[in-house]
């Protein structure tokens, strides 16, 4: 009869749950207050007391979803929170604290009491010690299946056909292990062992005991022998290293094990009638807590578009529609978290209180602004230890490449605009270029002026090889100078290799020119993409003819009166190409090892460098990774980074991609500048960090963590030329880091704008 009402209705009277964890629980609970018709089973094959780890931390922005769809719910979480403001950071003996954070936490044996108790009060069939049936055989007689199984999801393994699951294992090993006292903080500490670098993620869940999680990367693991120690000695030693966080307290196990954290993704979350739900669809590393948050959010959205739609696929594709873009955003957070962590030996080195705001900062959702807000006084104490003068945001203090003083931290970065005439820049580049540095950047970028003739990616691409295109720029140099004295501004030189000879952009980027086409040489004789022109393989004398051209430009640059110059060795255009193994196939002395495919690069940096003023700084722009199997990544990166830094390189521009047309990035706000960061720290090198910094906000963030020395906007520019200039109005900041053209000071301040607000009653006076 059931099933027949929920053919015609469309909405599911029979829902069968797999996994009685908080999701799974919540999940059940939800639809059967909605619909107490609804006959709803849960599968739990441990018993009700049996769960991993300890405590489970949620945020306001869950409770009050929570509050709002089941108050019972939140009334009994409400009585069993605790809540705390700060995280401490312990580094290297010195610990710095942060207020304003708001943490709320609970057991989580605590919580499932309160879900199974919510589950049994509206008639959920709860069965524990029970295994659910087949898959199939649920997904044959239910209207509904919530697959809500976990990180080892038996359902998603039955239907991996459908939703083509991703799970990636990372570098560190860790345990979840309990204190039996209350900690008065979120605690960060580092331990520096002679096995290598240990870290312990610490929090209390109730008022006598606390969650504490100790990690490693897995070479540091098996040095200290932990693959070889037994459950007890293992947390034995832990609650040794960490003796000084603990107070001299033990540790205890909840049949805890050493594991690896995994990252979940499917492609689908669902498969006819059956959906995932929590970790069974998604992982987010528990550093930054939203294991739990997201499994009971993902039973809040299931449960109200099984409400709102019609029938069960719409529901799915709707739950989905929700959830998806909220767990893409949460899972780059943590992926960004989990690799700090990861690679936390790269900032041990850093002052205390510069370390204390890199962690905090890590995954890129806290950031400068927000953490000013929270805690002014631990924010003013990192500015001040940077080197901010009072009232000054960290990105207009000042940079220093050899003998160029750049005023603040912002550069344009190059963007190609196609609009030149047998490589002559006009007007529109003088308007263009002038237009940015009047905006108030530190340094102003030309897009990539080509050094030859057959170096041009399109027809309209800018030069520097005649005199008449060299005068040209001396037009734009002398303007920027003039008219906004205080902003330098950078030539860069490439060639575009394989890559050259195609439409303007918007006529078709990389396509062939429909006619007129010029020949185009590279590495190897490999096209860029299918139907592309093939490309003659190099002599070793038209090597050394380009190698000149590029000489020769750069004098021509020098006498132009470009402040900085960068050589473009990315992107797949010509000295990229030799970089990447997926596009340098040659067997000759510029092909083959990582040694022999920068040969080449390196030899045009040092004929460049040679004729370039020596009190003018030189950077380097590379592709860190090719985004593609068997291609350039961050490891390669590092090497090329000290090879073209111990060849007088002032400074890395670290992009990425863009090498091969098969590539596959891993986009996400600020998403390049983890390669830069591993350069900076690793190699020593100053490095401009490019790739979606959108916000004044991520610039601020990414230099007081000493992640990147510059950073490099592009399309923040095209949308608003006076970025920067906003960006100070909008901080309060007048100081010397960025100055308003003289023309332009009355618009210094925002606009008035028409009254949007209303005034608020004061006063009910209905019923009088």
């Known amino acids: 009869m059931a099933g027949e009402v929920a053919a015609v209705t469309g909405r599911p009277l029979r829902v069968a749950v797999t996994g009685g964890g908080p999701g799974g629980l919540y999940a059940a609970a939800l639809l059967k207050r909605l619909d107490p018709e609804r006959e709803i089973t849960v599968w739990e094959r441990n018993a009700p007391d049996e ?99 976990g990180v080892h999801s038996g359902t998603r393994d039955a239907f991996a056909h459908a939703f083509r699951p991703t799970v990636t294992a990372h570098r560190c090993r860790y345990i979840w292990l309990a204190a039996d006292f209350a900690l008065d903080a979120f605690r960060f500490e580092i331990a520096e062992t002679e096995h290598g670098v240990m870290q312990l993620h610490a929090y209390p869940y109730a008022a006598d005991a606390s969650t504490v999680i100790v990690e490693m990367r897995e070479e540091v693991w098996r040095a200290a022998g932990f693959d070889e120690a037994g459950p007890q000695e293992s947390v034995e030693r832990c609650a040794k290293i960490f003796a000084d966080a603990l107070g001299g307290r033990p540790l205890r196990s909840n049949k805890s094990a050493w594991t690896t954290f995994r990252t979940v993704v499917n492609e689908s979350w669902s498969h006819g009638g059956v959906v995932l739900l929590g970790d069974a669809a998604h992982t987010a590393h528990f550093s930054i807590g939203s294991g739990t948050k997201l499994a009971v959010e993902d039973a809040l959205a299931l449960a109200a578009c099984v409400e709102e739609q019609p029938d069960v696929p719409r529901a799915l594709a709707a739950y989905e ?72 945001p960290p990105m207009f203090t000042p940079f220093r490449l050899r003998g160029l003083t750049l005023r603040n931290r912002v550069v344009v970065s190059p963007m190609d605009m196609y609009s030149a005439a047998d490589g002559v820049p006009g007007d529109f580049h003088l308007v263009h270029l002038g237009a940015r540095a009047l905006g108030g950047a530190g340094l102003v970028m030309t897009e990539m002026v080509c050094v ?121 255009y010509l000295l990229s190409g030799f970089l990447s193994p997926l596009t340098n196939l040659r067997t000759d002395a510029y092909g083959g090892s990582p040694e022999n495919r920068l040969r080449f690069p390196l030899e045009v940096f040092d004929a460049v460098r040679a004729v370039w003023p020596d009190e003018r700084p030189m950077t380097v722009r590379i592709s860190a990774t090719d985004w593609a199997e068997g291609g350039t990544g961050a490891e390669d990166a590092v090497g090329m980074a000290r090879a073209f830094a111990a060849h007088g390189a002032d400074a890395i521009d670290v992009s990425t991609g863009q090498v091969v047309a098969e590539e596959r990035p891993e986009f996400g706000r600020s998403y390049q500048t983890p390669f ?88 009910s006076l209905g019923g009088r």
């Not at 605790?82 to 207020?99: F, P, Q």
């Open 51 to 149: 769960t991993f780890g300890f405590g489970v931390v949620l945020s306001d922005e869950t409770l009050g979803g929570i509050e709002h769809a089941d108050p019972v719910v939140h009334e009994a979480l409400r009585r069993d929170f605790v809540r705390w403001d700060d995280i401490d950071i312990v580094h290297r003996g010195t610990r710095h604290t942060s207020g304003g954070h708001g943490f709320a936490a609970l057991g989580r044996r605590r919580l499932l009491e309160i879900l199974h108790e919510r589950c049994r009060s509206l008639g959920v069939d709860l069965r524990f010690r029970t295994e659910a049936p087949p898959a199939a055989r649920l997904a044959a007689e239910y209207d509904l299946v919530v697959a809500a199984d």
């Open 321 to 392: 529609a929700e959830r998806r873009p909220v767990v893409a955003s949460t899972q780059r957070a943590a992926r960004a978290s989990l690799e700090w962590f990861e690679n936390l030996g790269l900032y041990l080195g850093q002052p205390s209180r510069q370390f204390a705001f890199n962690l905090l900062t890590r995954s890129r959702r806290v950031t400068h602004d927000n953490l000013r807000l929270r805690d002014a006084h631990f924010t003013g104490a990192v500015e001040r230890e940077f080197g901010c003068p009072p009232g000054t």
């Open 452 to 572: 030859s003739e057959e170096g041009r990616i399109t027809p309209g691409c800018a030069g520097l090889y005649t005199g008449r295109q060299a005068e040209a720029w001396r037009r734009i140099t002398d303007f920027v100078h003039r008219r906004s004295p205080g902003t330098a501004i950078g030539v860069q030189l490439g060639h575009s290799g394989r890559k050259g000879s195609t439409r303007l952009m918007w006529e078709g980027m990389d396509e062939p020119l429909p006619e007129g086409n010029w020949p185009v040489v590279a590495a190897s004789p490999l096209p860029y993409r299918p139907g592309g022109q093939t490309p003659r393989a190099l002599t070793r004398a038209q090597l050394t003819d380009i190698r000149e051209q590029f000489a020769a430009a750069a004098v021509r640059a020098a006498r132009a009166g470009f402040d900085l110059l960068e050589l473009h060795c990315a992107h797949g």
């Open 676 to 763: 830069a960061d591993r350069i900076r720290h690793e190699v020593g090198v100053p490095v401009i960090a490019v790739g979606a910094i959108s916000s004044w906000d991520d610039v601020n963030s990414l230099i007081l963590a000493g992640r990147a020395d510059l950073c490099a906007l592009a399309r923040p520019h095209l949308y608003d030329p006076h970025w920067t200039l906003h960006a100070a109005a909008e901080q309060g900041y007048e100081g010397p880091g960025v100055a308003w053209p003289d023309p332009y000071r009355a618009g210094s301040r925002p606009p008035q704008t028409g009254r949007t607000d209303a005034p608020k009653p004061r006063l």
